[in-house]
Nanobody
């Protein structure tokens, strides 16, 4: 019962930054842990980061630690992913997802956005 729409993707050079946004419908946003995932062509979906319902806890995949930051603004029903020091291997479609549980370890995210393309050129 939540609809998610990602935005903020684009083309950036190696070492650059992007900030992705995920807007959620409804007034029950705080019921959900929110996660970011990504998928490159020909590869499996990969976990990126998750933030707890209150925003008090965050977890990142090892390759993203120190470069990416997840945050949320429950008053705006929005979750963000700040991406710094981008590398060509970060090129992928990035998806926002919502789960009524803790969101980590990734288990059953029931709601997904359509994704936003991030392309990092060398």
């Amino acid at each position: 019962q939540v609809q998610l729409v990602e935005s903020g993707g684009g083309l950036v050079q190696t070492g650059g930054s992007l900030r992705l946004s995920c807007a959620a419908s409804g007034r029950t946003f705080s019921y959900y842990a929110m996660g970011w995932f990504r998928q490159a062509p020909g590869k499996e979906r990969e976990f990126v980061a998750v933030i707890s319902k209150s925003g008090g806890r965050t977890y990142y995949a090892d390759s993203m630690k120190g470069r990416f930051t997840i945050s949320r603004d429950n008053a705006k029903n929005t979750v963000y992913l700040q991406m710094n020091s981008l590398k060509p291997e970060d090129t992928a479609v990035y998806y926002c997802a919502a789960e009524r549980g803790t969101g980590f370890p990734p288990r059953t995210y029931g709601y997904w956005g359509q994704g936003t393309q991030v392309t990092v050129s060398s």
